[in-house]
């Protein structure tokens, strides 16, 4: 299983915003989150069909809003995206 899918397929259960903690996304992926997710937000870019991660919430229908001083990520529905 790909390191991401299962945060993908977590938030493929989801249908509106929602928002998690660094733990909380952490917990999801096999090994955790890498320091780099912690410190910069460019880590969570959107749009970047190249990074596993930032495909896994984009196959999911989600853009990926960072607040890296809170430690949350807030995932918003993309406009138009079918499930």
């Given at each position: 299983m790909p390191?991401?899918?299962?945060?993908r397929d977590h938030l493929r259960r989801r249908t509106g915003e929602v928002r998690y903690t660094?733990?909380?996304i952490s917990d999801l992926v096999?090994?955790?989150?890498?320091?780099s997710a912690?410190?910069?937000e460019a880590w969570?870019?959107?749009?970047?069909?190249?990074?596993?991660?930032s495909?896994?919430?984009a196959d999911a229908g989600f853009t990926a809003h960072p607040d890296l001083d809170r430690g949350t990520v807030r995932f918003?529905?993309?406009?138009g995206h079918a499930w």
């Amino acid at each position: 299983m790909p390191k991401y899918d299962a945060l993908r397929d977590h938030l493929r259960r989801r249908t509106g915003e929602v928002r998690y903690t660094l733990a909380e996304i952490s917990d999801l992926v096999p090994g955790g989150l890498p320091p780099s997710a912690y410190r910069y937000e460019a880590w969570w870019a959107n749009g970047d069909g190249t990074h596993s991660h930032s495909r896994s919430w984009a196959d999911a229908g989600f853009t990926a809003h960072p607040d890296l001083d809170r430690g949350t990520v807030r995932f918003v529905p993309m406009q138009g995206h079918a499930w």
